[in-house]
């Protein structure tokens, strides 16, 4: 089989695992390969011959079903199956055993995080009422306290006594979908551990205690933040608890890559070592290259791009001790194909998606890029075509994920790719020193001190300027296609080449036209499902309003600002806050990310509330009218009530009320006022409302912000015929005059009933 063969074949697996994003992929890649096998070899003499595209059309659709058979399923004996599958109680008091499968590493929330493959669960119903044990399979995703994960390291046998839990999708546009993120690890169930039992022998070696040394020695002198982000530069950011807020630093200025292990260190490692080899054979530069990238990737797991550069490393050091030169596309191809026959799932792996990419954007992309700056000094010239090509190549995956762009990216790498390459060197330097002793490992790395504070000083300044992350919103998979068929173009055809600045405006209007086009005539309101205070965001006609800021930093991180990113939000015209806004985390929060314009809160203590330092960042802060409704665009809103809050909004022609939590001696007295207007949809908290109030405010559709909604209530609607959402079973709440309502979650994943 020739050169030429191998890569369509190679090729045709992957676009197979590819089409696995449609149930009908694996049919159209074999429909495609029968239709090349055709029309090709027509049309092109040299092309590979027909037989060798229908069998790239059956390995593309093989490759589709092979897919579907690693894709993880619960088994018969699986701990997810002891979850009622139905009823509102779908959480379990359990006490399991099993053994830890990765190192512990702390959330957003404060707590501690590992997988347990589980062994033993028991039932416990109440303090004193506990079922036998059983021998269960499975894998856990288990969050504990963090005094209660002290101690706990991979490889040991340990007891849980927590909450078993069903995860959900993703309930909120644009947020993080835990089911099946957890699905695709081959985990069906949670656990919140209240209490950790630890066993009284100590387990054997493993790689956690290097990388604990490491981590600690470099700590030592160096203290925090700096130790923690010199031993994720060594190690990657999985294995070493960097805060949160400098990730996030990181990511909003496109420097995520310096936090991952990835291709920069195995060539700074095999580089290191072939210089210290070069008056050795080829044969012992060849074991020593191994061994070197042999324990990079048992100090860092198993993580496909750590996986990637170490493969196309050894087929360097191969070719090395062939003596032959090797085809970098080549192997990169090669290295592709093996991961994925290896592990299929990681066709849509994020980590693996964009370091592939990158890396095909170095290869193809970069030297062309260095003729064109040949004016410049070389080393000059590297600096900048390489965060170029490696940004182009992964802008439309990350516009399709996430919908943000980071604009000073490349002035950013361009600055900071001396410091990273010095700290990740001597990071290295340091984790050999305190291998041997630890001491010198510290001291090794308090050299590094001031390169470290430089990188953060930096990344602190550009993560200060003004659109730092810009949301321009998510496109589709199918302009995602065509801005890499472009891509590919500017790379293959000689024309497409002369003519980079045509792709790139074409490739700019299919992202800002859609976008401006969609925003500039759209009239959509969404109510979030939150677990905390109700929020409810209104587009019209590309301004942005929110009511309600959340009131917790969880509920702002995991369902507003996603959701914003997603719609290419970058500022509020107004917000509304029915209750005092400050002081509250997640207003905060929210003003921390996006400026807003106008914020109306409710009169009494609004001075109190210019007052507060964060109403500085404010544009204006108005009193909630109570009269004269305000208007917005096309939408007006006004209080009826201060206490209880009572919000009336005019969304074309539908009137909406709010009406929080209300208690029942409230709503008699709001009866007795007269006061309230005849709606189109009731928005309340999902508690006991009167009939008597239902009836005179004549709903025709009711919005309850809760997991449940009282069940007298539920009933009397229903005998009403209104129609009932709520965000604990439906997820978060659409609606537009030309859609009417509509629900995210499936009726699959909803909630059975009402409590």
Not at 160 to 179: E, H, I, K, M
Not at 424 to 430: A, C, T
Request: aromatic share 10%; net charge positive; charged share 10%.
């Amino acid at each position: 089989m020739g050169l030429a063969h191998g890569i369509v074949l190679c090729l045709a697996y992957i676009l197979g695992l590819l089409s696995t994003g449609v149930w009908w992929g694996g049919w159209l890649v074999l429909i495609l390969g029968i239709g090349c096998a055709v029309v090709i070899p027509r049309c092109w003499r040299t092309a590979p011959r027909a037989r060798i595209w229908l069998i790239a059309g059956i390995v593309g659709f093989l490759a589709s079903l092979y897919f579907q058979v690693r894709v993880p399923q619960p088994t018969a004996h699986d701990v997810s199956k002891l979850i009622p599958p139905d009823g509102n109680n779908r959480e379990l008091t359990v006490q399991v055993q099993g053994q830890v499968e990765s190192s512990p590493r702390l959330t957003r929330s404060q707590k501690v995080q590992f997988w347990l493959e589980v062994q033993q669960v028991q039932v416990r119903v109440g303090d004193n009422n506990r079922s036998p044990s059983r021998s269960v399979t499975g894998k856990l995703y288990v969050t504990v306290p963090l005094l209660q994960a002290t101690g706990v390291h991979v490889g040991q046998q340990i007891n849980v006594l927590g909450t078993l839990y069903q995860p959900r999708s993703a309930a909120n546009p644009g947020a993080f979908d835990f089911q099946k993120y957890l699905a695709r690890e081959g985990c069906f169930a949670g656990l919140r551990g209240k209490q950790v039992a630890l066993p009284e022998t100590v387990s054997g070696w493993g790689w956690w205690m290097v990388q604990q040394r490491i981590v600690r020695s470099q700590i030592r002198w160096l203290g925090s933040p700096e130790g923690p982000l010199l031993s994720s530069m060594v190690l990657g950011s999985r294995g070493v608890d960097l805060p949160y807020d400098l990730k996030d630093q990181f990511t909003r200025v496109g420097l995520a890559h310096a936090l991952a292990a990835s291709g920069f260190q195995t060539s700074l490692i095999l580089g290191v070592v072939l210089t210290l080899t070069r008056r050795f054979s080829g044969l012992v530069q060849f074991v020593l290259g191994t061994l070197a990238l042999s324990i990079f990737v048992g100090l860092t797991g198993l993580q496909p791009a750590v996986l990637r550069a170490a493969l196309m490393g050894f087929g360097s050091l191969v070719a090395l001790l062939v003596r032959r030169k090797i085809k970098p596309l080549g192997a990169l191809l090669v290295a592709a194909t093996l991961l994925l026959l290896f592990n299929p799932l990681w066709i849509w792996d994020l980590g693996f998606q964009f370091s592939f990419l990158a890396t095909l954007g170095l290869l193809v992309t970069v030297p062309p890029l260095m003729k064109r700056l040949d004016w410049m000094p070389s080393a000059i010239a590297s600096l900048v075509a390489v965060p170029i090509a490696a940004y182009l190549w992964t802008l439309p995956l990350q516009l399709y994920t996430f919908g943000v762009l980071s604009p000073y990216t490349i002035p950013v790498n361009l600055v900071t790719t001396p410091l990273i390459s010095i700290l990740s060197l001597g990071g290295m330097v340091s984790a050999l020193a305190a291998l041997v002793w630890s001491p010198a490992g510290s001291a090794a790395a308090w050299l590094l001190k001031y390169p470290t504070q430089g990188l953060l000083v930096v990344v602190d300044w550009f993560s200060q300027l003004p659109g730092n992350a810009y949301a321009v919103g998510t496109i589709s998979a199918l302009t995602a296609i065509v801005l890499y068929t472009l891509l590919g173009l500017t790379w293959l055809q000689p024309w497409w080449r002369r003519k980079w600045w045509l792709a790139l405006l074409v490739g700019l209007g299919l992202v800002i036209v859609p976008a401006w086009q969609a925003r500039g005539t759209l009239l959509r309101v969404t109510v979030l499902a939150t677990s905390g205070q109700p929020v409810m965001v209104i587009q019209d006609a590309g301004r942005t309003a929110l009511v309600n800021g959340g009131g917790d930093e969880s509920t702002v991180n995991f369902s507003i600002l996603p959701f914003l990113q997603k719609e290419g939000v970058n500022e509020l015209q107004w917000a509304i806050a029915t209750e005092s806004p400050f002081p509250s985390p997640g207003w905060e929060k929210v003003m921390n990310h996006l400026p807003i314009r106008l914020l109306y809160a409710p009169s009494p203590g609004l001075k109190e509330i210019s007052s507060h330092p964060s109403a500085k960042r404010l544009s204006s802060l108005l009193p909630l009218p109570t009269q004269r409704a305000a208007q917005m665009g096309t939408i007006q809103f006004r209080q009826i009530s201060i206490e209880p809050a009572i919000v009336e909004f005019q969304v074309s022609n539908q009137k909406w009320l709010w009406v929080g939590t209300i208690s029942p001696e409230q709503q008699r007295a709001l009866l007795k006022t007269g006061n309230l207007p005849q709606i189109q949809v009731l928005w309340w908290s999902g508690k006991f409302l009167d009939p008597a109030l239902i009836a005179r405010l004549k709903p025709e559709v009711a919005i309850a912000s809760s997991k449940t909604v009282h069940t007298k209530t539920a009933v009397y609607l229903q005998s009403r015929r209104i129609q009932l959402f709520w965000t604990g079973r439906d997820g978060a709440i659409e609606w537009s005059p030309a859609e009417g309502f509509s629900t995210i979650l499936h009726p699959k994943d909803n909630a059975p009933s009402p409590l």
